[in-house]
């Protein structure tokens, strides 16, 4: 069984940064890409980024974001800047294939609430 756990989200005030982790464990785990998505209240999960396991091609949906792997560790960060109340949100790790949509992903994390203050 893969678990994804997540964590480094918390309370920040707007312009403040967060770098979020995410560490894969299981024997089985195998999967190509990890990535992060976001959910708002009453919104629907939002793409943020993506990273390659093997090769280390990335794809934004979220241009002041950066994903960074650390394959020694089956982890990956999500590094957040110029944070905005807007950004409040519960993050979420996944891996699979790697796409732009949610259908992409086999694994999620439990999700990790990002506070962002004005």
């Known amino acids: 069984q893969v678990q994804l756990v997540e964590s480094g989200g918390g309370l920040v005030q707007a312009g403040g940064s967060l770098r979020l982790s995410c560490t894969a464990s299981?024997?089985?785990?195998?999967?190509?890409?990890m990535g992060w998505f976001r959910q708002a209240p009453g919104e629907e999960r939002e793409f943020l980024a993506v990273v390659n396991l093997i090769s280390g091609t990335t794809y934004y949906g979220n241009s002041r974001f950066t994903i960074e792997r650390d394959n020694a560790k089956n982890t990956v960060h999500l590094h957040l800047d110029n944070l905005r109340p807007e950004d409040t949100a519960i993050y979420y790790c996944?891996?699979?294939?790697?796409?732009?949509?949610?259908?992409?992903?086999?694994?999620w994390g439990q999700g990790t609430q990002v506070t962002v203050s004005s």
């Open positions: 996944a891996a699979g294939l790697g796409t732009a949509t949610v259908g992409g992903y086999d694994y």
């Open positions: 299981g024997r089985s785990f195998s999967s190509s890409a």
